[in-house]
């Protein structure tokens, strides 16, 4: 039996013919997602549930969550349940720095301080308790209240981030922590406007 060499098919041409997914029905499937989540969390007392939804990171995987949530709007409601739970799970990771950061910037944001609710001097296991507070609130709860809490939070970290950067001109992390001063200075704002969209009615 003879063997016909194969045909070499240019790359473009296996792009052109596999059909990618529709991003219509990505958006859709994303915002129904997390519709879905908030109501049923927000439907049961059932304390147990309120918890598997609140480490959704652990049993589904942040990447899971990522590849639904994290190409919305920010002012939506994945992009702000994404927004949370990526906090959340710093929190859990850093908690010693989060820590020296929200204390460092207590002091230049106390209305955002007292809003967050975090006692003081901060511990890093009383941030940890803190954001595992705000996520269960927005199943157990007032979701704007939720979302204001994260939002202050964001801000007086942000605020310590950007002071601790000023206590070494020579610190090699220096251009890292303003980067993400910066985008925790973002993530405040969204959150802040998520928590008046939800008021509304409007945050979908």
């Not at 955002?112 to 308790?129: A, C, F, K, T």
């Amino acid at each position: 039996m003879r063997f016909h060499k194969p045909v070499p098919v240019p790359p473009e041409s296996i792009d052109a013919s596999t059909p990618g997914p529709d991003q219509l029905e990505v958006a859709e499937m994303a915002h129904r997602s997390a519709a879905v989540l908030v109501d049923r969390g927000r439907a049961s007392d059932d304390p147990a549930l309120r918890d598997r939804l609140v480490d959704l990171p652990r049993t589904v995987g942040l990447a899971t969550l990522a590849e639904v949530w994290s190409e919305r709007p920010a002012r939506t409601l994945p992009g702000a349940l994404w927004r949370l739970y990526v906090l959340h799970e710093w929190v859990q990771r850093s908690p010693e720095l989060v820590a020296r950061a929200f204390s460092a910037g207590a002091g230049h944001a106390e209305v955002y301080r007292v809003i967050s609710g975090v006692v003081e001097p901060p511990r890093p296991e009383d941030l940890r308790e803190l954001t595992q507070q705000i996520l269960t609130g927005v199943f157990d709860g007032d979701l704007d209240v939720a979302l204001e809490r994260a939002a202050a939070f964001c801000h007086v970290t942000a605020t310590g981030l950007a002071v601790l950067d000023g206590d070494d001109p020579e610190d090699p992390e220096e251009p890292a922590r303003l980067r993400r001063a910066a985008r925790l200075q973002e993530t405040a704002a969204d959150l802040q406007a998520c928590a008046r969209l939800w008021l509304r009615g409007d945050l979908h």
